[in-house]
């Protein structure tokens, strides 16, 4: 069977632990302000809430409901009236700023992620392919030192569009000088990373963890998709045996 040559990489809950750096931020300033601002709420409804919100205001950005400005501000003022908070519009944008600037600097990864990078960089072309912000983005690899595992990093932004646009994914290819079945998509985003690769022709691996956390949160059942990735995986180290192990044969759908 044929060798991938070329891995793309998703960022957010993939391979940056976008929960763990996510609860760090998000309870610093939860404790900051709670007496003058959130005193109705718990930790626990506050950071459940935002999980939902956010989750829910990224899929209006992928679809180009939303702009980047409304994104940033829209999930804390959903939140915040979850949670019946005393709070005014200079107060939301305060909160997004600090939010934005704490965050990215934290540099927790998930487990295996170093590992894994590592070893991919020795037969691998990287390319990181993301949605975040340029600005954002950027502080992360450099706060979590994994900028140099990529060749490319590939923004949406930059690209016009956002995963899962199939666009998004040729310009990848196209930066890594490869053909779609000669690259895998590596991600944990459904919607994002996994139909999008797969509507762009490329081969897919899901990391499930993601999801499984907001289906618990939401209650939602499992087994809506009607798709069957090319690979599933629980954690990152199952990724030795897709990529590094079997010469990283592929099954077949």
């Given at each position: 069977?044929?060798?991938?040559?070329v891995i793309?990489?998703d960022?957010?809950?993939?391979?940056?632990?976008?929960h763990?750096n996510?609860?760090?931020?998000?309870?610093q300033l939860?404790?900051?302000?709670?007496?003058s601002?959130?005193?109705?709420?718990?930790?626990?409804?506050f950071?459940?809430?935002?999980e939902?919100?956010?989750?829910?205001v990224?899929?209006?950005y992928?679809?180009?409901?939303i702009?980047?400005?409304?994104?940033?501000?829209?999930?804390?003022?959903?939140?915040?009236?979850?949670?019946?908070?005393?709070?005014?519009?200079?107060?939301?944008?305060?909160?997004?700023?600090?939010?934005?600037f704490?965050?990215?600097?934290l540099?927790?990864?998930?487990?295996?992620?170093?590992d894994?990078?590592?070893?991919?960089q020795?037969?691998y072309?990287n390319?990181?392919?993301?949605?975040?912000?340029?600005?954002?983005?950027?502080?992360?690899?450099?706060?979590?030192n994994?900028?140099?595992?990529f060749?490319?990093?590939?923004?949406?932004?930059?690209?016009?569009?956002?995963?899962?646009?199939?666009?998004?994914?040729?310009?990848?290819?196209?930066?890594?000088?490869a053909?779609?079945d000669?690259a895998?998509?590596?991600?944990?985003?459904?919607e994002?990373?996994?139909?999008?690769?797969?509507?762009?022709?490329i081969?897919?691996?899901?990391?499930?963890?993601?999801?499984?956390?907001?289906?618990?949160?939401?209650?939602?059942?499992?087994?809506?998709?009607?798709?069957?990735?090319?690979?599933?995986?629980?954690?990152?180290?199952?990724?030795?045996?897709?990529?590094f192990?079997?010469?990283?044969e592929?099954?077949s759908?």
């Open positions: 069977m044929k060798k991938y040559s793309l990489w960022l957010d809950g993939t391979l940056w632990d976008l763990g996510t609860q760090i931020a998000l309870k939860f404790e900051k302000y709670k007496s601002n959130f005193e109705a709420s718990t930790w626990e409804e950071t459940s809430n935002y939902i919100f956010n989750e829910r990224w899929a209006l992928r679809e180009g409901k702009a980047k400005e409304e994104l940033r501000t829209k999930r804390f003022s959903d939140l915040f009236d979850s949670v019946h908070a005393h709070y005014t519009p200079e107060f939301v944008s305060q909160f997004a700023d600090e939010f934005l704490i965050c990215p600097r540099s927790a990864m998930l487990p295996g992620a170093i894994v990078l590592q070893a991919a020795k037969d072309i390319v990181m392919v993301t949605n975040g912000f340029i600005e954002v983005q950027g502080i992360k690899m450099e706060s979590a994994i900028r140099s595992f060749q490319h990093v590939v923004y949406s932004e930059e690209a016009g569009v956002r995963k899962p646009h199939r666009a998004i994914f040729d310009l990848a290819l196209q930066k890594a000088n053909t779609p000669e895998v998509m590596i991600g944990d985003d459904w994002a990373d996994i139909l999008g690769a797969r509507n762009a022709g081969d897919q691996v899901f990391f499930e963890a993601t999801e499984k956390r907001l289906d618990e949160l939401t209650g939602r059942k499992g087994g809506r998709h009607n798709y069957s990735p090319t690979f599933t995986i629980a954690s990152l180290i199952e990724l030795n045996q897709i990529l192990e079997h010469g990283t592929r099954e759908n």
